[in-house]
T-cell receptor, first 114, second 114 residues
Framework: AQSVTQLDSQVPVFEEAPVELRCNYSSSVSVYLFWYVQYPNQGLQLLLK??????LVKGINGFEAEFNKSQTSFHLRKPSVHISDTAEYFC????????????FGSGTRLSIRP | GAVVSQHPSRVICKSGTSVKIECRSL??????MFWYRQFPKQSLMLMAT?????????EQGVEKDKFLINHASLTLSTLTVTSAHPEDSSFYIC??????????FGQGTRLTVV
């Protein structure tokens, strides 16, 4: 079975500061990894995904993440955050199968201070 | 990215009545659709996975007779909350997947049972 751990439930940062949201996963087989963002009272929007190939993945809104197989991590980073980045961020994992569930972490609330 | 439309976005119903929520993939055929429930400030809890033309697979603890899922076509899945009670009030989110990579999410439905 797969699992996802998001170590920080809340991350407060100042505007224009860098941020890293941590994600670790557990799986005995190869997985796909995802980061989704959720704004209040809305569904989830895909930020980026790792399927294979380059371990550094760039997504929308200036976010990027690095897949580290040895540390089973997929941390999300942004060099300079904006007020509009305030949201809930979810890391997710799925195995390589069309019928596979997507398992979500508990989420990290990113709050940006002016 | 692909678009998933969920309707309605908000619904208020009386206790004991049934509510139907629709999830449509607008520009792709979804081989698999997922239904999630989200409590305030919590992660997404997978309720069931459905494949077109077959019965949904429910997660442990989810009542099949209470949460009826129909996946009639490759672009439409419905969740019916039968005999709703106040404890069923929640945010319900659907997602649709084509193949085995990322899933795309609907906007969510805020259900309030009074």
């Amino acid at each position: 079975a797969q699992s996802v751990t998001q170590l920080d439930s809340q991350v407060p940062v100042f505007e224009e500061a860098p941020v890293e949201l941590r994600c670790n996963y557990s799986s005995s087989v190869s997985v796909y990894l995802f980061w989704y963002v959720q704004y209040p009272n809305q569904g989830l929007q895909l930020l980026l995904k790792y399927l294979s190939g380059s371990t550094l993945v760039k997504g929308i809104n200036g976010f990027e993440a690095e897949f580290n197989k040895s540390q089973t991590s997929f941390h999300l980073r942004k060099p300079s955050v904006h007020i509009s980045d305030t949201a809930e961020y979810f890391c997710a994992v799925s195995v390589h199968s069309s019928a596979s569930k997507i398992i979500f972490g508990s989420g990290t609330r990113l709050s940006i201070r002016p | 990215g692909a678009v998933v439309s969920q309707h309605p976005s908000r619904v208020i119903c009386k206790s004991g009545t049934s509510v139907k929520i629709e999830c449509r993939s607008l520009d792709f055929q979804a081989t698999t659709m997922f239904w999630y429930r989200q409590f305030p400030k919590q992660s997404l809890m997978l309720m069931a996975t459905s494949n077109e033309g077959s019965k949904a697979t429910y997660e442990q603890g989810v009542e099949k007779d209470k949460f009826l899922i129909n996946h009639a076509s490759l672009t439409l899945s419905t969740l019916t909350v039968t005999s709703a009670h106040p404890e069923d009030s929640s945010f319900y989110i659907c997602s649709a997947r084509q193949g085995s990579t990322e899933a795309f999410f609907g906007q969510g439905t805020r259900l309030t049972v009074v």
